[in-house]
């Protein structure tokens, strides 16, 4: 049995109405978060009203030499190896310093936010004053060549991967808001237009906003009040998990939230009687809506064929054209969503409770590799490049061999033991457009994270040069592999800022390995660098062929 065409169109008629409300309610809602709470000018406005810069520089104050007592008593090593750091930190933390340090992080947090950089904002250990005379002082508490740590750095430092996730979840919030105003917007403007072809006559088309108007007056409404009931009830009691992780008193958290949540609700809660005021109007002027909103007889066997198939034709139109721009977001969501790993950013966040990384009640400690990849002329991250590391753990003598691949911040991340490593690149997924650089021996000694950072240099299209490897394996007089020992090869090409010779350590089966331009060189030990009990040996010619690996072997006697 056929449906008949007047149902079918006052079925769309009302769906288009009801989803064009939901539509107006998502757009106002996305535009007033990006206006409001997710604008830098906001929160700047509530980190003066609360006072957070004093109760900053009060809790670093007062926590800073608890700390560095705490890490005197428990870690004297790494105490020792870092206190140049601590002291520059300790001295730093001036309320002046801390003051500038909020303001620059809060500019550079949205900026990594909204999508203008891909790095967390750095934090200033110096600053500089202008005296009576117009000379530029340094700040003698900053230790000189130190000006800056990059933020991400601390946090990974101190073991607090989660922070630098949570700040990446909230980055792709930003990301969803903007889109989602952006579909809205354009799903709305389509609504529309299939209302107008829908209707025959302006008053059914003031009824079709009438009916928007009132899904949408609803949805604010609800949200407002639910916004104020969450403030006022629910908030309270629920903050404590919130301010424990926060090192600020738990009123001014309190305090700083209702504050963020206070704009909403006077907009959502504005928007409803606003609605409701000039649905109230459209009563006035096109009758009871609840009547039907579509008269019955709006087509029937009278209405002209051609009007029919004109109808019929624009809509399937306007369906192909939403069909093909849908189409094309979904791409470059998809391929936004891809590019900046937000698929790793959910997992992690999802798994935060659920996921827990099991440490033996040995002692045992967990080491952390990052490695950073940049171009090395403009010090933009490198994402998608596969490095892997291999090696044996000091510790149980397992061999590790993973390989992973770099993030949307040129940032790649492995969790070996205690160590000696080899970090190579793969040659088939290697960014052509630079020059792949020589494997490297990493030698894992603290605990925590190892921060590595390896500076990519792009090809030289003008005047491209094959280039092949050399491998050098050193054993010593019982023809057993020495590893950890330095070898060095003269440079085809010194320049300006680059050293005379490149060089590469030997891994765990004494092989070191060096990727050069085709020609002929010389490998060497540095007197200095060479172990006491070897004897320094003569350097050897060696050469290198285009695309081809060569092998060479040196035996080191002892004195």
Known sequence: MSVPAAKIRKTAYISSAILAGILVFLFQTCLSLSAVQLSNSFHKELFEKHSIYSHVSDVISSSMDSYLNSLKKSSPEEYSQHSEIFDMLNKSTTPDMISKNLDSISNGLFDYFTGKTSFLPDLYLNSQKVSSNGYIQKDPSAIAGIGKINLNAVLLYINRNDIVNYLAFIR???????????????????????????????????????????????????????????????????????????????????????????????????????????????????????????????????????????????????????????????????????????????YKIRNVSTSTKVIAASGDTIYMLQINLVDQNDNKPVPNTKINISGKSSVNNQTYNETGKTDFSGIAKFYPDKGSYYLSFLTEDFPSQFVMPSPVFIELKTAGTTIMTVNLKPNEIDNPLSSGIIEVEVLDSRNKPISGIELSINNPAPSLGHPDAVHAYTDSSGIAVFKISEGSYRAFFEEAKLPSKYALPAQIDVSVKADETTRYEIRLSNK
């Open 172 to 346: 792709f919030v930003y990301y969803a808001v903007k889109q989602v105003e952006n579909l809205s917007l354009m799903f709305l403007i389509f609504a529309v237009i299939i209302a107008v072809v829908l209707c025959k006559k302006a008053l059914e088309l003031l009824k079709w906003f009438g009916i928007a108007l009132t899904v949408y007056g609803i949805l604010s409404l609800l949200s407002g009040i639910s916004l104020f009931i969450f403030k006022n009830l629910i908030l309270p009691s629920g903050i404590s998990p919130i301010a424990m992780s926060l090192p600020l008193p738990r009123d001014v958290i309190l305090s700083y939230i209702r504050d963020c949540l206070t704009p909403a609700i006077i907009i959502m809660s504005g928007a409803a009687v606003i609605c409701f005021v000039i649905w109230a109007a459209l009563r006035k002027i096109t009758g009871n809506f609840s009547r039907p909103a579509v008269p019955e007889n709006i087509e029937n066997k009278y209405t002209p064929s051609s009007n029919r198939i004109l109808k019929v034709t624009v809509f399937s139109l306007i369906c192909v054209l939403m069909a093909s721009i849908t189409f094309f977001k979904v791409h470059t969501i998809t391929r936004d969503f891809e590019s900046n790993d937000f698929s790793s950013v959910i």
